[in-house]
């Protein structure tokens, strides 16, 4: 006799929680085996690779699936695998190009920045998804600017002092690194402060891992704060249609949805690829807002574009491109107000 079986509704939001985390964790950490999976272990740029970097190599799998097999000049992987270049030292690059330390200890608090008068960065992830190798922040001492739940009051307290600050980034590591309980924690915080009418989340988590926008992150936007997240890509191969479904998931619940890149040698130093970018991007509903030029962190010079050759290529875009699909070209420099336009 066949009996009857109960079979219980799946929970949606646990199995969601579950996949980004679970790609979290497996993200690929040895060179040798990235170069496997793409189909490298035996070329040239395998002789290339350094198994031990300090800047250790993290890759999740949904972004190696973006990366074309047999290529040792995909534009992908060359923005994650640790090579040899890595330990020339080269004049005028440094571990803190932007003068972090400083602009910490001028509030006085872990994981707290305020370099912009009405806005603050608030450190809220101290890892990341990926490791991208140009990363201004590679030799940053996150062990000692690691701020926990604790130290909510004391960011708090900060506001209240600084009633002209109306905005609050959340930048680390990665801000999307930590799970929505805790992210919602944040946003029902920061309410608290009437002053603060926006906040604004840079992450680079929904380009390497799309599965992070679930249906609990996607409820933030229920805030009275206006939502804005900054994506961070750099080739349009980044944008699949995983990534497009996850922007238009969340331009349809109230996100407003910008780009920031960093023009990369090698990777996106040319008006074709720039160009298509930005065309995919709006096409996603996302804004091309800012072209970083590359911030001068040690270990990253072979990535770098002289000013006048990046002068000459935004020109070339701005002749291409509708304006409202070319990005600012900018330049953050230690100390000052705020960010420098190029051109």
Same mark, same amino acid.
Request: hydrophobic share 40%.
């Given at each position: 006799m066949?009996?009857?079986?109960?079979?219980?509704?799946? !929970? +949606?939001?646990?199995?969601?929680?579950?996949?980004?985390?679970?790609?979290?964790?497996?993200? &690929? *950490?040895?060179?040798?085996?990235?170069?496997s999976?793409?189909?490298?272990?035996d070329?040239?740029?395998?002789?290339?690779?350094?198994?031990?970097?300090?800047?250790?190599?993290?890759?999740p799998?949904?972004?190696?699936?973006?990366m +074309?097999?047999?290529?040792?000049?995909?534009?992908?992987l060359?923005?994650?695998?640790?090579?040899? =270049?890595?330990?020339?030292?080269?004049?005028?690059?440094?571990?803190? $190009?932007? =003068? *972090?330390?400083?602009?910490?200890?001028?509030?006085?608090?872990?994981?707290?920045?305020?370099?912009?008068?009405?806005?603050?960065?608030? %450190?809220?992830?101290?890892?990341?998804?990926? @490791?991208?190798?140009?990363? /201004?922040?590679?030799? /940053?001492?996150?062990?000692?600017?690691?701020?926990?739940?604790?130290?909510? #009051?004391?960011?708090?307290?900060?506001?209240? *002092?600084?009633?002209?600050? @109306?905005?609050?980034?959340?930048?680390?590591?990665?801000?999307?690194?930590?799970?929505?309980?805790y992210?919602?924690?944040?946003?029902?915080?920061?309410?608290?402060?009437?002053?603060?009418?926006?906040?604004?989340?840079?992450?680079?988590?929904?380009?390497?891992?799309?599965?992070?926008?679930?249906?609990?992150?996607?409820?933030?936007?229920?805030?009275?704060?206006?939502?804005? %997240?900054?994506?961070?890509?750099?080739? $349009?191969?980044?944008?699949?249609?995983?990534l497009?479904?996850?922007?238009?998931?969340? #331009?349809?619940?109230?996100?407003?949805?910008?780009?920031?890149?960093?023009?990369?040698?090698?990777? @996106?130093?040319?008006?074709?690829?720039?160009?298509?970018?930005?065309?995919?991007? /709006?096409?996603?509903?996302?804004?091309?807002?800012y072209?970083?030029?590359?911030d001068?962190?040690?270990g990253?010079?072979?990535? !770098?574009i002289?000013?006048?050759?990046?002068?000459?290529?935004?020109k070339?875009?701005q002749?291409?491109?509708?304006?409202?699909?070319?990005?600012?070209m900018v330049? *953050?420099?230690?100390?000052?107000?705020?960010?420098?336009? &190029?051109?």
């Amino acid at each position: 006799m066949i009996q009857n079986v109960q079979i219980l509704p799946r !929970n +949606e939001t646990h199995w969601q929680d579950n996949e980004w985390k679970k790609l979290l964790s497996g993200a &690929i *950490e040895s060179p040798k085996e990235l170069l496997s999976i793409l189909d490298l272990a035996d070329s040239e740029l395998a002789k290339q690779i350094d198994p031990n970097q300090k800047f250790s190599q993290r890759v999740p799998t949904p972004f190696i699936k973006k990366m +074309e097999k047999g290529n040792p000049q995909d534009p992908l992987l060359l923005q994650v695998l640790p090579i040899q =270049d890595e330990n020339i030292k080269t004049d005028g690059f440094v571990a803190d $190009p932007l =003068d *972090e330390a400083s602009a910490l200890h001028k509030t006085g608090m872990s994981g707290l920045l305020h370099k912009y008068q009405s806005r603050v960065l608030f %450190m809220l992830a101290t890892h990341c998804a990926v @490791n991208c190798r140009y990363c /201004f922040r590679r030799e /940053f001492p996150y062990q000692e600017n690691r701020a926990s739940k604790s130290d909510w #009051s004391k960011l708090g307290h900060y506001l209240s *002092e600084h009633p002209e600050i @109306n905005e609050v980034i959340i930048s680390g590591g990665d801000p999307l690194a930590v799970n929505d309980s805790y992210l919602t924690d944040f946003v029902r915080f920061i309410e608290r402060f009437p002053q603060v009418i926006r906040l604004r989340i840079h992450t680079r988590l929904p380009v390497v891992i799309p599965q992070r926008i679930t249906s609990s992150l996607l409820n933030l936007s229920q805030s009275r704060l206006q939502m804005v %997240m900054v994506l961070h890509v750099n080739h $349009p191969n980044e944008i699949d249609a995983k990534l497009i479904k996850a922007c238009q998931l969340l #331009s349809d619940n109230g996100f407003h949805l910008l780009n920031q890149s960093v023009l990369l040698q090698g990777i @996106n130093d040319n008006v074709d690829t720039l160009s298509k970018l930005s065309e995919k991007l /709006f096409s996603a509903k996302v804004t091309p807002y800012y072209l970083h030029l590359l911030d001068q962190v040690q270990g990253a010079a072979h990535f !770098n574009i002289e000013h006048d050759q990046a002068k000459s290529l935004y020109k070339n875009l701005q002749r291409r491109l509708a304006g409202f699909l070319v990005p600012k070209m900018v330049q *953050e420099v230690a100390g000052e107000p705020n960010k420098t336009l &190029i051109i």
